[in-house]
């Protein structure tokens, strides 16, 4: 009688923590875990063939807790499989219950490693299932972005795939609202992330340290050698914009920076009223706020901080007119912590025909153009992001930079980033970057 009670304990306890415990397969996954340094719930149980509708399919109930899956690091459950070549994955979900925080989220991911820091594409939709939107990480413990456009409700499905496109490695997120798969977000890889074999799986947040959430997925599908969803439309920069010789010999980027007297309805708009014409609601700039500087690159702070710093041998800089220069720029510069002001960065930049590859990590909104063509915009606040355009001739371009500061963090940086993935501060010409001389 004492065995009968300890085997029907030990059953309980593995139902209960979840196969996922033991490291083994769990239905249609290889493996699952609870990533991030929250000890969290997390478990993944197969509840065998359940009937949707008309359709019978594989069913699985995943629990997750964990803080989020956001900034430098993730905490969430996860249920993957290990893949290699182009492959789409893709699975509806509802939820069972999401906690208290309506940011808890559930979702398809490609993921470099388990490591918490590591490099990911997920496509997701939170507890109001008003999401259906992806948010990655291009680098090794950095902050995690968004990706695509709007925010859409109601999706039925949700995948991510990664598809070999005339030699490029594209990833894209996919969400189904009734009618079939609607592209959510198309990116190009370059720089060797994600790119061999990677995890692909489904993922569960609670947005709450230690508390539970908890949903089914089924239809769980990999698909081997799919199609893109979506028009791959790499942004070219055209050889009638080369201006041939760089009008300046000046290296570096003459950079702008000034505040609004007033603050309200303050955004994409207010910004391009104040730089275009220095006022804003028919009010001038906050007096001696404006200020301009020529930079050898741009790496500017007033709080938080991007890739680069006085820890790596780039100081940053506090922004001109903003704040007295620092350099290195503290945190926050002149001891405030300033919010709601506008910057403009201006400069030739000396480009060779082919790919390339810009990194913004900002905090909040950028717009960069380069030959009067916009390579990269994040309308939205927080960043870093990385953009890819092509250069169709060797050649001297105007580059302009708009930075949208609103509220919380005030960091600015400008990276080229390699095919190899070495990325470096713009106008690095030591470690063979692109040269860029100030507008004077």
Not at 290 to 299: A, P, S
């Amino acid at each position: 009688m004492m065995c009968k009670r300890l085997f029907i304990l030990t059953l309980l306890i593995s139902l209960l923590i979840g196969v996922s415990s033991f490291a083994d397969p769990v239905g249609i996954f290889e493996d699952t875990v609870t990533i991030g340094d929250d000890p969290g719930i997390g478990s993944t149980l197969y509840e065998g063939y359940v009937w949707h509708g008309d359709v019978l399919s594989e069913q699985y109930l995943i629990t997750g807790s964990g803080h989020d899956i956001w900034d430098a690091a993730d905490d969430f459950h996860y249920a993957y499989n290990t893949v290699d070549g182009d492959v789409r994955l893709s699975a509806n979900f509802e939820w069972i219950v999401h906690g208290t925080n309506d940011w808890a989220k559930y979702g398809v991911m490609l993921r470099e490693s388990i490591d918490a820091g590591s490099v990911f594409r997920f496509m997701s939709d939170r507890g109001l299932n008003d999401y259906a939107r992806a948010q990655g990480r291009s680098s090794t413990n950095a902050g995690a972005y968004e990706l695509g456009g709007d925010w859409n409700s109601g999706a039925q499905a949700l995948g991510i795939q990664r598809v070999t496109v005339q030699g490029l490695t594209v990833l894209e997120g996919l969400a189904d609202f009734g009618n079939g798969w609607e592209s959510r977000f198309i990116d190009l890889i370059l720089n060797g992330n994600l790119e061999g074999e990677i995890l692909a799986g489904v993922a569960v947040c609670s947005h709450e340290t230690n508390q539970m959430a908890q949903s089914r997925a089924w239809n769980v599908v990999y698909e081997e050698n799919p199609s893109l969803v979506g028009e791959l439309s790499l942004t070219t920069v055209p050889a009638s914009a080369d201006l041939g010789v760089c009008p300046s010999v000046t290296p570096g980027f003459s950079i702008r920076a000034l505040k609004p007297l007033v603050t309200d309805g303050w955004g994409t708009d207010a910004m391009n009223e104040l730089l275009d014409t220095g006022m804003y609601k028919g009010l001038p700039a906050m007096p001696g706020s404006e200020g301009t500087r020529i930079d050898e690159f741009v790496n500017l702070r007033d709080t938080g901080n991007g890739v680069f710093s006085e820890d790596n041998g780039y100081p940053d800089k506090s922004y001109p007119g903003i704040d007295p220069l620092e350099d290195p720029a503290q945190d926050p510069a002149a001891g405030d912590d300033d919010n709601q002001f506008a910057v403009e960065i201006l400069g030739y930049i000396q480009l060779t025909a082919g790919i390339h590859q810009i990194g913004s990590s900002h905090d909040d909104g950028v717009w960069i153009k380069i030959g009067g063509v916009e390579v990269g915009v994040n309308s939205g606040w927080g960043g870093p992001h990385d953009f890819i355009y092509n250069v169709e001739a060797d050649g001297c371009y105007d580059l302009k930079v708009r930075y949208l500061e609103g509220g919380g963090g005030a960091n600015l940086e400008l990276h080229e980033v390699f095919l190899d993935g070495t990325r470096i501060l713009l106008n690095d010409v030591a470690n063979s970057g692109s040269a860029v001389f100030a507008v004077e």
